[in-house]
């Protein structure tokens, strides 16, 4: 069981909360229309979330840019389908995708129904490695927005998660302490030791179904969390 103590509790945005892979899906199913694009979607998805996945993680690590992250991302998916565009129209499908992205706002099962609960008990924040221009439409899109007091980003602590700094400048914007604080989030590496690393309690929401790590508390579906706080 989580602390009685805790007095403010964290979100991860995409993959957490926001069902990014439903989302995403769908706005490249217009991107596509857009741009006259051939492949079955479904086949492109197949190649693109695994490679994108692995992007994001380069992205945490500071091992690839914004701009190699939202251009590699599609040049190695069509890459792999055998499929060529020059850097233009990958430019133009990357924008697009942006402008697309926050138009669909499907979210996990369980979502309202358990920050409703939490709202009752906790302060709620986000803290999020996605990009500032993106995920505060989305929040405002999805009806989230209202839940939380407070919204870290990473793009604007200028490090992303592990970096300690971007949970102790979420603690700092929350009034929060640590100690008295729980991160959710479904990134092993970036939600769950990078919160730990700062003295927070955390819960990993092992949607993938990961093998869990040994003395983590983890949950496989949003609302067993109310079992735990």
Known sequence: MIKPTITDVFFDLDHT??????????????????FSVGIPLASFLKVYEPINFNYWREFREERV?????????????FSKLGVTYDMQIIDGMSEAYIEELPN???????TFELLEYLKEKYTLHIITNGFSQVQFIKLEKSKLAPFFAT???SEEVGVKKPNPLVFKTALSKAGASAQLSVMIGDTFDADILGAEGVGMDTIFFNYRKEIPTNGY???D???EIKDLL
């Open 17 to 34: 909360l926001w069902d990014f892979d439903r989302n995403s899906g769908l706005a490249l199913e217009r991107v596509f229309q857009r």
């Open 65 to 77: 840019t914004k701009t190699q992250l939202r251009r590699g991302r599609l040049i190695d998916s």
């Open 104 to 110: 669909n706002n499907y979210l996990f099962d369980g």
């Open 151 to 153: 919204v870290t980003s």
């Open 217 to 219: 508390k983890v949950v």
């Open 221 to 223: 579906y949003l609302l």
